[in-house]
């Protein structure tokens, strides 16, 4: 978009008194890189932008900033939002994860009114505060806990620490019983996953090679283990690339050693951006001699995407030929998986993950987005475990040596909570969580599909004030994400979106394929040359709701975060038409070159190679930024980023930025905000997220024909 068409673009509901005031959006450097796949040229104006050291790029950012932020701070009713937002967030007690080991009970949580999350251990019946980063903050710089691993008997603790959501850990011990934190640190633990020997004396666990911020970042790593109390520049590695002829991989694979409680068996696991695993088996005594004769298990082609190991019994979770999952034993110490004894069959429901009790194996599954809890007992029999309500279970934790288990369960409107499940399948809430004094009676949820061009029915959610017109004036705010299998539009309590929901919006997420709402089938029909369907179900999703008077195209914001940049980007470029607004939260807008960024070539198996032709072609189906076309009327669009993102590098909802604010036709504004001591929002703050989400409410609402009027 011309410089002088923002003039005309501050209509969205700044006062024309502010307008003078606002700084230009920076006018972007052309310096055109050409690069030719297989016979096709491919032009990118904006290459400059990946070398963070360039020197227009910091005075870029923060001139696109200003310009948002000039925007953003004088729309109507931003304060407001923030305030009720502010409210929500501030009531919730937010857990995260909860697991029991032995007498003591961990978890993660964000107290009612506290800046982010800190680890509690409760033994007793009383709690103390573990790690608190908010204590290590400055006025310029936060601290947020990435991971922690108790030990088996509960005395030590690994856990991971990292600056301004970098996610780049540093690994620190603690001694649980007094606190002490011990002098051994370890860098370059992002993805370091211990796993902790079953007498607590030391653990194995998984460390970065590849230099911060540059394509090798999360190439070749290797498995390495530490004896507590000992020099950990010493600790012996256990694997890496070429280390053992019997074990060949590639550099995207990480290598994972883990052990179990009851079991002298270690399991060697190799992982990518796939579900599925290959799986090795060895002595546990030959694996921390470094001697292991690591014997073949499972491979990438069996789709085994969860185990356990109790005794010499292996149970796998396996999608190969049965794509919702069934669960299979064999031999740990003599592995058969051809032979393996199927313990729970394929059925309706897409299994997910295991955790074992004294009781049995608690198996986690899902129907559609909607979480289901299934028992697999020491008798054989699969039982299923009901539910308070339809919702989520963010996770299920159980101790070997200890009936029962431990869920994070929540809904829409029901605040997220730490149950517990007994012996003989009842769940209670445990109260670790207490409930805010939000008052959800206002609101009602749907459930609804819509039907795809081809047929298929695409499920998805919408919440709202009861009594509700809809005589299509509605703003309407559908997130979609769909990638990696993932189901990330599950029901989650409401939260901060109930600041929208009160100034008259829809919410709605669409669970499009691409996700796993429905097994490794609607995986990969959003996966790769499927990938269309993705952004296509979002647009059928939207269609749906404007043909039931839901809301209509100049009240219709869609948004997307992280690979939901790929959603947002090709759903507003096909169906411009269709929306009012677009909202891209640390977007990935440029797959073409993934080489250039550390979380790169990693994701080849979910997104194609570059050097392939059908993975160059998939690539370029899915690159909203390379499909960006000269004079096209474009809905207003918000693109979010943070400077320290190790998921998806700044140059992507940049680049994007640059090229809709030269493209675009429509005078409606293309804005870029700009976090400096943010990432992906993994590690972000409360006060981050709140800031961010009235930034987000406001845009829509100002945007959105008629909100004002609501």
């Known amino acids: 978009m011309k410089p002088a068409l923002y003039a005309t673009a501050l209509v969205l509901a700044v006062s024309s008194s502010f307008a003078a005031d606002i700084p230009p959006a920076p006018v972007a450097r052309i310096a055109p890189v050409t690069d030719t796949y297989f016979g096709e040229t491919i032009t990118d104006r904006y290459r400059w932008m990946e070398n963070d050291k360039d020197p227009d790029w910091l005075p870029f950012l923060k001139q696109q900033n200003a310009h948002t932020r000039a925007i953003l701070d004088t729309l109507p009713r931003r304060d407001e939002l923030l305030k009720r937002i502010q409210q929500l967030s501030g009531d919730i007690a937010a857990p995260a994860r909860v697991q029991k080991t032995g007498a003591r009970l961990f978890y993660q949580q964000r107290p009612a009114g506290s800046n982010n999350f800190k680890l509690f251990v409760r033994e007793g019946g009383k709690d103390r505060v573990l790690v608190d980063p908010t204590k290590l903050d400055t006025k310029t710089s936060h601290v947020s806990l ?93 694997m890496k690339r070429g280390l053992d002829a019997g ?85 740990a110490n003599a592995p058969a998986l051809a032979s393996a004894q199927e313990v729970a069959p394929e059925s309706d429901l897409v299994l997910q993950g295991l955790a074992r009790a004294k009781e049995g194996l608690y198996i986690r599954a899902m129907d559609g987005g909607i979480s289901k809890l299934q028992r697999l007992g020491t008798d054989g029999k699969v039982a299923s475990i009901a539910l308070p309500f339809d919702g989520t279970l963010g996770a299920v934790d159980a101790d070997a040596d200890a009936p029962g288990a431990l869920v994070i369960l929540s809904g829409w409107l029901q605040p997220t909570g730490i149950w517990s499940v007994s012996a003989d399948g009842k769940l209670a809430d445990t109260g670790i969580t207490p409930k805010p004094a939000i008052d959800t009676s206002a609101y009602t949820t749907e459930r609804r599909f819509a039907t795809a061009k081809d047929g298929t029915r695409i499920p998805y959610s919408l919440i709202y004030k009861k009594g509700l017109k809809m005589d299509g004036k509605n703003p309407a705010f559908i997130s979609a994400y769909g990638s990696y299998g993932a189901a990330a539009y599950s029901p989650a309590f409401a939260g901060r979106t109930l600041a929208l929901v009160d100034q008259g919006a829809i919410v709605g997420y669409a669970n499009v394929r691409g996700g796993g709402e429905f097994g490794r089938e609607w995986h990969r029909a959003g996966q790769l040359e499927n990938k269309p369907n993705t952004w296509r179900d979002l647009i059928a999703v939207c269609e749906e709701i404007q043909a039931k008077g839901y809301t209509s195209p100049a009240y219709q914001t ?18 411009p038409d269709l929306f009012a607004a677009v909202i891209s939260g640390v977007g990935w807008h440029n797959p073409l070159r993934y080489v250039a960024e550390q979380n790169g070539y990693g994701e080849e198996p979910e997104w194609g190679a570059i050097a392939d032709p059908a993975g160059f072609k998939a690539l370029k189906s899915i690159d909203s930024y390379q499909q960006v076309v000269d004079g096209t009327k474009y809905p207003a669009v918000l693109l979010t980023t943070g400077v320290t993102d190790p998921r998806v590098a700044p140059f992507h909802p940049a680049k994007m930025a640059a090229r809709l604010q030269a493209a675009t036709a429509s005078g409606k504004p293309v804005l870029l905000r700009v976090d400096f001591d943010a990432g992906h929002g993994m590690g972000s703050t409360r006060a981050q997220q709140d800031a961010e989400a009235a930034d987000t409410y406001a845009f829509i609402l100002s945007q959105t024909a008629g909100a004002a009027a609501k």
Request: no cysteine.
């Open 146 to 238: 990435d991971w922690w691993h108790p030990s088996p008997d509960g005395s030590k603790l690994a856990y991971g620490l990292s600056k301004d959501g970098s996610e780049d850990s540093v690994l620190y011990i603690m001694d649980v019983r007094n606190g002490t934190v011990l002098k051994e640190r370890i860098a370059n633990t992002e993805s370091a996953e211990p796993s902790w020997l079953a007498d607590s004396s030391g653990f194995f666990y998984n460390q970065l090679t590849g230099k911060v911020n540059t394509p090798e970042r999360y190439l070749d790593a290797q498995a390495r283990f530490h004896k507590v109390g000992t020099d950990a520049a010493k600790d012996p590695v256990l």
């Open 247 to 331: 074990v060949q991989y590639e550099k995207i694979q990480s290598p994972y050693i883990e052990v179990f409680p009851h079991s002298d068996t270690a399991l060697l696991l190799l992982s990518d951006v796939r579900q599925e695993k290959r799986i090795y088996a060895a002595p546990l005594k030959d694996a921390l001699a470094g001697k292991a004769k690591w014997q073949l298990v499972a491979d990438f082609a069996d789709e085994v995407i969860a185990v356990d190991l109790h005794g010499d019994d292996l149970y796998l979770l396996s999608t190969r030929g049965h794509p919702r999952g069934r669960l299979l034993k064999t031999s």
């Open 558 to 575: 869609i948004g997307g975060r992280s690979a939901g940049g790929i959603t947002m980007g090709r759903a507003l470029e096909e169906r």
